[in-house]
């Protein structure tokens, strides 16, 4: 390599890489780091003589275990996990079905009905929540996990119906042809044939479509009021923030916990993931 | 069985009319080849026998039974496609055995058919792997196993050898052609190569804009081509054609243009007497013409300059200008020639070939 090329390097894209991970991990390390602090450090002003606010020499363990002992925490996870998985599972099979239909069989208006489709994608939840939140109340489903597992599905299958879409789209036609001269019926044909091809498609739809449940933040602040209904992200700040005391610690331990799950489901999954969302189906 | 008959059978695509009017009948254990440029029809008329397109009017019958409204699971058929459509999840000895659960066949059953069709392609030894872990040609292989597994009473194949590599795809259309013979399947078979159409259809259908040309066996297309297109299409390299126009002199007919002057031979005048005065194409195959030697007083003769030589090592090719126009010679290896040289060429007479200049139907 001629002489200089190192340098370059370094300055367009080593260091520039270096800023990027820099300025996205920071705030997971801030979660981690204060998760582990002790009170005392976390509430030592400023200016006092040993301030050090990106390091601790006394690790601690106290938060999560108040979180576990004092709070509903690991009713929160049950809960959350329980939406998350039921509302994806509604969704997926929804949106593998609807993407099918509309990707290969040809009926009357079936553009503008994957265009209408889309479209409720982006209507804003802040603005869907209040109507919502009246049909919730007339079925008497607030409170319970139903609220939000029938709601969920409202942004998720449309999401998913696109998703997969796409996917069975890039699948090709004559996989499904030949099957069905092989004596396969349609419904047969998308069984043993089309769904096995588009897996890569589903996982990415299902870990998509189980990160947004996951996260979901205000249906189920709205849906939602006693402690031992909520999910981790709503009872993680309504709990442990206290008129205008924030508990930091076990605020940062609940975030960290909380956000383990998806790290872990996108790691097991990645494989398949990456290879969804470029779509490689090999012929 | 594998009897087929097309009777009027007519396709309209949003408005495109891509099949007009196709009528044929394909006899039990015979191999026709359906062959034109992209965009013929010759596909579309291919899966509409399939059952995967509907049929805009006419009737397709397989044995006599009208199949109009079968789906493709019930008409008995095998189908191969251009890029194999293996499934990519199962293995080689699943992908056969496929049609054959499906049509809940006893497992004994299953086992020995795909054994045999295995054999048969030499593909015994790659039935637990995947698609993607064969070669175009084991995967063209394995489309072909998938096929004759179900001893079908008609194969249908779509332009199966066109993602293979020139080699290999001269060494299939070798094993294809053996296979049939063995078998003696029904066959019906779509490719825009003349080649393959020539060597492995008993009869050929050639198509253009979803009109049949002409149906009948590969040397009769070669020989009586019914009008322009098929005789440029069928033939490799393809045939010459010369605007000419006919006049009378002395009692016999000439044929001329700005750098051609030759006397037709009497057979041929005796078809053009009503054409004296009018314009016609004049069609010449590459191997019907010949540099001139002393023996060619019968036949017709003209000057040429050679423009470029290529050597095939079995043949020379050669493009000449003739007058204005081009033509191309399929010559002897041994002849010594160069570029811009000068050459009087003969021309079989006897394999001459007219069409009208309008219409382009052979006279």
């Known amino acids: ?3 200089g090329a190192l340098w370059r390097k370094w300055v367009f894209f080593y260091a520039p890489m270096a800023l990027f991970l820099l300025f996205l991990l920071f705030p997971f390390y801030w979660m981690v780091i204060t998760s582990m602090r002790p009170d005392g450090e976390l509430y030592r002003p400023w200016n006092s003589i040993n301030y050090n606010p990106f390091w601790t020499w006394k690790p601690t363990l106290d938060h999560v275990r108040y979180l576990f002992e004092e709070t509903l925490f690991s009713r929160w996870l049950w809960n959350t996990t329980f939406i998350a998985l039921a509302s994806t599972a509604i969704s997926l099979v929804c949106g ?9 069989l040809s009926f009357p208006f079936a553009g503008s009905l994957g265009t209408g489709i889309f479209i409720t994608y982006l209507v804003p939840q802040t603005l869907l929540f209040i109507p919502l939140a009246e049909i919730i109340r007339n079925y008497r489903l607030g409170d319970t996990p139903w609220s939000l597992i029938l709601t969920y599905p409202t942004f998720l299958i449309p999401f998913c119906t696109w998703l997969m879409m796409g996917y069975f789209k890039a699948v090709p036609r004559e996989l499904e042809e030949c099957a069905r001269i092989d004596g396969a019926s349609r419904w047969q044909a998308m069984l043993y044939i089309i769904i096995p091809v588009a897996i890569p498609g589903i996982l990415s739809a299902g870990i998509f479509a189980f ?13 939602l009021s006693s402690p031992e209904q909520k999910t981790v992200p709503v009872g993680v700040t309504s709990e442990l923030i206290r008129g205008d005391v924030f508990f930091w610690g076990p605020l ?3 975030a960290l916990l909380g956000s383990i799950p998806v790290a872990v489901a996108y790691s097991f999954f990645v494989e398949h993931y990456v290879s969804g969302l470029t779509g490689s189906v090999k012929g | 069985m594998g009897q087929v008959v097309l009777k009027g059978i007519n396709k309209f695509y949003d408005g495109v009319h891509a099949v007009k009017d196709v009528n044929l009948q394909i006899r039990d254990k015979e191999f026709v080849v359906f062959v034109g440029p992209s965009g013929c029809g010759k596909t579309t008329t291919l899966r509409m026998i399939a059952g995967l397109e509907a049929i805009s009017s006419g009737d397709i019958s397989i044995d006599g039974n009208v199949v109009n409204q079968l789906p493709p699971m019930d008409r008995d058929i095998a189908m191969v496609f251009q890029n194999y459509a293996l499934y990519p999840h199962m293995s080689v000895y699943d992908n056969m055995a496929f049609g054959l659960k499906m049509r809940k066949f006893a497992k004994g059953e299953i086992e020995k058919r795909v054994r045999d069709a295995a054999d048969i392609l030499g593909i015994g030894d790659l039935l637990k792997r995947k698609p993607r872990q064969l070669s175009g040609g084991q995967r063209q292989r394995v489309a072909l196993g998938r096929a004759i597994v179900r001893h079908p009473r008609v194969f249908l194949f779509d332009e199966p050898l066109s993602n293979l590599d020139a080699k290999l795809r001269v060494q299939m259309r070798v094993e294809l052609k053996k296979l049939h ?5 029904t066959a019906i078979y779509v490719t825009h190569d003349q080649v393959e159409a020539m060597t492995l259809g008993d009869r050929v259908v050639v198509m253009r804009d979803g009109v049949v040309q002409q149906v009948g066996e590969p040397l009769e297309l070669y020989h009586s081509p019914s009008n322009k297109f098929v005789a440029g299409f069928i033939g490799s390299p393809a045939m010459n054609f010369v605007p000419v126009t006919v006049t009378e002199a002395n009692g016999s007919l000439i044929a001329e243009n700005s750098g051609l002057r030759i006397k037709l031979p009497v057979e041929t005048a005796q078809r053009l007497r009503g054409h004296i005065g009018r314009d016609i194409t004049l069609g010449v195959r590459p191997e019907d013409l010949t540099v001139a030697n002393s023996a060619d007083v019968d036949n017709p003769c003209f000057d040429a300059v050679a423009e470029v030589v290529e050597q095939l090592g079995s043949e020379i090719l050669l493009d000449m200008k003739v007058g204005d126009g081009v033509m191309v010679a399929s010559i002897e290896p041994t002849v010594r020639v160069k570029v811009r040289d000068k050459l009087r060429i003969a021309m079989r007479s006897s394999r001459l070939h007219v069409f009208d200049a309008g219409t382009g139907a052979a006279i």
Not at chain 1, 214 to 221: G, K, P, S, T, V
Not at chain 2, 181 to 185: A, D
């Open chain 1, 1 to 3: 390599m001629i002489e």
């Open chain 1, 211 to 223: 990160t947004l449940s996951w996260n979901e933040f205000i249906y189920a602040l709205v849906f």
């Open chain 2, 181 to 185: 013979q063995r078998l003696g399947t």
């Open chain 1, 252 to 254: 940062m331990a609940g």
């Open chain 1, 96 to 104: 593998v079905f609807a993407g099918y239909a509309l990707s290969r």
